[in-house]
């Protein structure tokens, strides 16, 4: 069975700091993985997807990168704000029918 | 579009009253899944449908619960009878299959608190 763990799972930094949020998965054979951001309150929006064939994505200041092989997954934030705040989830789909498997997140907080 | 709208936001009921939770996907997609987030269990996936057909149920708690998927732009999940361990954040979401980045489309929830 599937399962997917992210650490830490509360960060808080300065503004301007580079982080990295880790995430991690038992069984390999993923068709992809997802990053997702949710505020307080709010539904989840997708941030970057990366397909098992792909190494890294990118958008903007974010950079999600994808090791198969290891079971990890990392979300790269540079330059972090205090508008990054919120929970960061990953999610990993075992085939093609979008069944997501998400990780208990961990909660952001980018202090001014 | 609107993206994927969820409703009611907010219930409040009492135990064993029927709840129905309503979503409407966003236009054109295919796929509709229904979501529950508890702080103990995270996000599990409940059901989902492909051309309003339910694939997989399997993450049906029981049998208080049922969805149904009348038409490509509506959605419906019930609970009869409700029960306090039910209260968590409902969400829906829709994807179109085939599409380049295969996302999720997340509606804001709806936060059930039974009493």
């Known amino acids: 069975k599937q399962e997917v763990t992210q650490i830490p799972a509360a960060l808080s930094v300065p503004e301007g700091e580079n982080l990295v949020l880790n995430c991690s998965f038992t069984?390999?054979?993923?068709?992809?993985l997802q990053w997702f951001r949710q505020d307080p309150g709010k539904g989840l929006t997708s941030l970057l997807l990366?397909?098992?064939?792909?190494r890294e994505q990118t958008s903007g200041r974010l950079n999600a990168s994808l090791d198969k092989s290891s079971g990890r997954s990392t979300l790269y934030i540079a330059a972090s704000q205090p508008g990054d705040s919120a929970t960061y989830l990953c999610?990993?789909?075992?085939?093609?029918?979008?069944?997501?498997?998400f990780g208990s997140g961990t909660r952001l907080l980018v202090r001014p | 579009d609107a993206g994927v709208i969820q409703s009611p936001r907010h219930e409040v009921t009492e135990m064993g009253q029927e709840v129905t939770l309503r979503c409407k996907p966003i236009?054109?997609?295919?796929?509709l899944f229904w979501y529950r987030q508890t702080m103990m269990r995270g996000l599990e996936l409940l059901i989902y449908?492909?051309?309003?057909?339910?694939?997989?149920d399997s993450g049906m708690p029981e049998d208080r619960f049922s969805a149904k998927m009348p038409n490509a732009s509506f959605s419906t999940l019930k609970i009869q009878p409700s029960e306090p361990r039910d209260s968590a954040v409902y969400f829906c979401?829709?994807?179109?299959?085939?599409?380049?980045?295969?996302?999720?489309?997340f509606g804001e929830g709806s936060r059930l608190t039974v009493l």
């Open positions: 990366i397909q098992s064939s792909q």
């Open positions: 449908f492909n051309n309003n057909v339910p694939i997989d």
């Open positions: 979401a829709s994807s179109l299959s085939g599409g380049a980045s295969g996302e999720l489309f």
């Open positions: 236009s054109g997609h295919d796929y």
């Open positions: 069984d390999s054979a993923i068709y992809n």
């Open positions: 999610a990993v789909n075992m085939d093609s029918s979008y069944k997501l498997i």
